[in-house]
């Protein structure tokens, strides 16, 4: 837990730990996130900020896991693409400090993305678009055949083929890229017209093993 509401995460990847610890950055154990507040921010940290002002999840790297499953559409085979953590860093509920966290976790119901990452996971069937049925506007698989939206509600809470519960096989069938840069969002805000509900954004990257046939 970091007491601090105002925090700016920095993509620091480099082993010359004194030096920016000597320039006002901090670094969470737990999280493995570099960052410093506002009036600790000076001209030499500049250079490791996000052009992003508002944010509620934060990771040190992340992996862009491209897996695939049958479209519910049209039932082809279409490529979907989920970012998944080992470690971050959550806003707690309240809006008041953070939450460290160290658990295999897929995020999901991502509202925005700054340029960097956005470059990074670069896939053209995974892009921002909004929810017929939940409204919800966030980076949203399409099928890559039909164009059908696949949306994450599905994708990771309730439909076991995909990420949710995901197999050891499917996984080693899949394509993983670890982006070792910085990750920072905002994830799971309510749709417009229902701005108090509560939206899952984050859920455990669990690998099972395949039943015996
Ligand atoms: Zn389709």
Redesign the pocket.
């Given at each position: 837990m970091i007491d601090v509401t105002n925090i700016i995460p920095l993509d620091i990847h480099t082993d010359d730990v004194t030096d920016v610890a000597c320039q006002g950055a901090h670094y969470d154990k737990v999280s493995g996130i570099w960052y410093t507040e506002p009036h600790e921010l000076n001209g030499a940290l500049r250079e490791y900020v996000y052009d992003t002002n508002s944010f509620n999840i934060v990771a040190p790297y992340y992996l862009v896991i491209t897996s695939k499953m049958h479209?519910w559409?049209?039932h082809?085979i279409?490529r979907i693409h989920g970012v998944m953590f080992t470690r971050f860093m959550k806003k707690n509920q309240d809006g008041q400090g953070w939450q460290s966290v160290r658990r295999n976790s897929f995020l999901f119901h991502i509202n925005s993305l700054p340029e960097e990452i956005k470059r990074n996971i670069k896939a053209s069937n995974y892009y921002l678009d909004k929810s017929k049925t939940t409204g919800l506007r966030y980076w949203m698989n399409h099928?890559e055949?039909?164009g059908?939206r696949l949306g994450d509600y599905e994708l990771f809470c309730v439909e076991n083929d995909a990420f949710r519960l995901m197999t050891i096989e499917k996984l080693l069938r899949a394509n993983i890229r670890k982006v070792n840069k910085l990750f920072v969002s905002t994830a799971g805000n309510p749709a417009e017209h229902t701005k108090t509900d509560i939206v899952r954004y984050l859920c455990d990257a669990r690998f099972v093993m395949n039943a015996p046939a």
């Open positions: 479209c559409s049209c082809q279409t099928c055949i039909c059908e």
